[in-house]
C-alpha cells in the first residue's frame, strides 16, 4: 500500500489554507513558494492541486546519491544528508511536485504528512492509501537490486 495526498480539483476554491499551512509546519513561514502542495490557477476560476502521488518513484531511480528513498508506507522521503543537490530529481518530475526554492540547496516534495489536509476548508484533499501498481513494484524492485549491488 502507498500512503498519498489524494486531491479533488473540483472542490478546490483557492484559498491557499493547505499551501500556508505546509509551509508553516516545515518552514515556519507563511510563504506559497516553500511548500510542498501547490495551487495552480489562481484567479482564472479553475485551480489545480499539485502534490507527489508518490508512485512513479522517477526521482527514486534519477537520484545518483540514493538521497530518495521509499519508506514502509510507500511514501518517498528525502535524506538531506545524502542530498548533494543535482537536482535531477527536480527535473524528472513529471508533474513537477519535487519543489526547490531559489537559494535553497535541496529540493523538497510532499511526504503525505496531513498538515494540508486539516486547514482544507472544502475537503478537497485527503490522507489516502492505494494498492502499488505492477510498475511502481518493477521499479521499486529493479531500484532495490541496483542498490544492493552497489553496496556489495
Given at each position: 500500500m502507498i500512503k498519498y495526498l489524494k486531491t479533488n480539483d473540483e472542490k478546490c476554491v483557492g484559498c491557499m489554507s493547505c499551501v500556508s499551512a505546509c509551509s508553516l509546519l516545515y518552514e515556519k513561514e507563511d510563504n506559497p513558494a516553500k511548500s510542498r502542495i501547490q495551487v495552480n490557477g489562481q484567479g482564472r476560476g479553475a485551480f489545480h492541486l499539485i502534490a507527489c502521488d508518490q508512485e512513479c518513484r522517477k526521482c527514486v531511480q534519477e537520484c545518483p546519491t540514493q538521497a530518495l528513498v521509499v519508506s514502509k508506507t510507500g511514501v518517498v522521503v528525502l535524506d538531506k544528508s545524502l542530498c548533494v543537490g543535482c537536482l535531477a530529481c527536480v527535473a524528472v518530475c513529471p508533474i513537477d511536485a519535487m519543489i526547490i526554492f531559489p537559494g535553497d540547496k535541496q529540493p523538497f516534495k510532499c511526504i503525505a504528512c496531513?498538515?494540508?489536509?486539516?486547514?482544507?476548508?472544502?475537503?478537497?484533499?485527503?490522507?489516502?492509501?492505494?494498492?502499488?501498481?505492477?510498475?511502481?513494484?518493477?521499479?521499486?524492485?529493479?531500484?532495490?537490486?541496483v542498490r544492493k549491488e552497489e553496496a556489495k
Open positions: 496531513g498538515a494540508c489536509v486539516k486547514k482544507c476548508p472544502k475537503e478537497a484533499i485527503a490522507i489516502a492509501e492505494k494498492e502499488e501498481s505492477p510498475a511502481s513494484r518493477v521499479w521499486a524492485e529493479a531500484i532495490a537490486a
